[in-house]
């Protein structure tokens, strides 16, 4: 979810679980604990909501603690315009 938030910071989270292959509700519950660890804030755009994902805030597990959101995004979205990491 992170990198779908990453890649377009407009995304509906009906087009998240269908590019992924899982339900709607799976993806609002992922979404919700990003928001809840701090890698995401969400705002309302009139009736969308809009996500900004920060790249610089240290991943969690303690092996990747030195890393950042942003490493990973790069490593993953290489190539692609990430909006997030701009």
Do not use: W
């Not at 979810?1 to 509906?12: S, T």
């Not at 993806?27 to 994902?53: A, K």
């Amino acid at each position: 979810m992170l990198f779908c938030l990453a890649e377009d910071p407009e995304v509906r989270l009906r087009d998240m679980a269908e590019r992924v292959g899982i339900t709607e509700r799976a993806v609002q519950r992922i979404v919700t604990d990003l928001e809840g660890e701090g890698f995401v804030t969400r705002s309302r755009v009139g009736r969308r909501n809009l996500y900004e994902v920060h790249p610089d805030k240290p991943l969690r597990h303690p092996i990747e603690a030195h890393r950042d959101v942003k490493s990973l995004l790069a490593l993953i979205l290489r190539g692609r315009a990430s909006k997030a990491t701009r």
